[in-house]
């Protein structure tokens, strides 16, 4: 079994937990099998824009910005991801990452443990040369607070393809029911590879809410990242039983710390001011609807 590495990031050394304290341990850089399959696999659920946004799914205008649009009716969206989601490739001249008449479905999710909420920086392809950057370029470096990626065919497809038996008996709502196990596989495997968190592991799961953010974020893309994606926002909380095997991949998360639930509005706006300075990493757009949309609805409805 390879020995774990014992060195600590600066944040995650000083933060202190009230029952007992917890860190990520940083794996060796080293690109493992999982990493080179996943580099393969380029391609994504999604679902029509017209089809996602309609009056049942009840978008609307968030709180902070006419440009992001936000749902708590997260059934409704489920529902026609179930029944209208397919999978196709995300580049090449048809690619899904041009074409904002059809949105990637992402879960957005956030990891807590022991009223804490894990921040992290997103890795560079300069962090380590030794290291092959995984993980998208456009948002390279970023602070954020969500984990989660797209929901492959490996994921989907093969999900329906199993449902032999409905084929026969139920051929109309095969693909949505395959749809749904896959979302659910996909949604599993991400976190457990991303952060090392086994369903066992799980203590509690929320879905808050669905958002879309049409925000110009950089003048040089002809075409936005939030433009051909939708985000299901998620809360996900650790069992602290589990809290020492959380790890993560140093070719996509340069570091990360745990912040407490009554400063993590602070951290935001700390964040994003020292950005403004000239000082710090920009905040990932998608980081900033979750706090500032959702954070306040998850603690209140969780009454923590």
């Not at 669905?210 to 003048?219: L, T």
Request: net charge positive.
């Amino acid at each position: 079994m390879a020995r774990r590495k014992k060195g600590l990031t600066e944040k995650s050394a000083e933060t202190k937990l009230p029952k007992k304290s917890f860190t990520l341990a940083i794996p060796r850089p080293l690109v493992s099998k999982k990493e080179k399959e996943e580099d393969q696999d380029k391609t994504s659920l999604f679902v029509p824009t017209e089809i996602l946004f309609t009056q049942q799914a009840d978008f609307k205008p968030s709180s902070f910005s006419s440009d992001v649009l936000v749902t708590r009716n997260v059934p409704e969206v489920l529902k026609v991801i179930f029944k209208h989601g397919s999978v196709s490739e995300r580049y090449g001249e048809d690619g899904l990452e041009n074409d904002p008449t059809r949105q990637q479905i992402i879960i957005y999710t956030m990891i807590t443990c022991q009223k804490n909420l894990l921040w992290y920086q997103r890795a560079t392809s300069e962090v380590k040369k030794s290291t092959k950057f995984i993980g998208d370029a456009r948002l390279q470096g970023r602070f954020t607070v969500g984990f989660g990626g797209h929901k492959s065919y490996k994921d989907i497809g093969f999900s329906r393809e199993e449902l032999i038996f409905l084929r026969d008996l139920l051929p109309a709502i095969q693909d949505e029911v395959g749809t749904m196990l896959g979302l659910n596989h996909g949604f599993f495997r991400e976190v457990e590879e991303e952060i090392g968190v086994p369903r066992i592991s799980v203590q509690d799961l929320r879905l808050l809410g669905a958002f879309y953010d049409k925000r110009i974020e950089d003048p040089l893309l002809s075409v936005q990242v939030g433009w051909v994606h939708t985000g299901i926002a998620a809360v996900l909380e650790v069992n602290p039983e589990f809290i020492d095997h959380l790890t993560f991949r140093s070719s996509e998360i340069a570091n990360a710390w745990w912040v407490p639930f009554d400063k993590v509005e602070k951290e935001l706006r700390t964040k994003q001011g020292n950005w403004l300075k000239g000082k710090g990493p920009k905040i990932e757009s998608w980081a900033e609807i979750m706090i500032k949309e959702f954070w306040k609805y998850y603690l209140t409805s969780s009454r923590v």
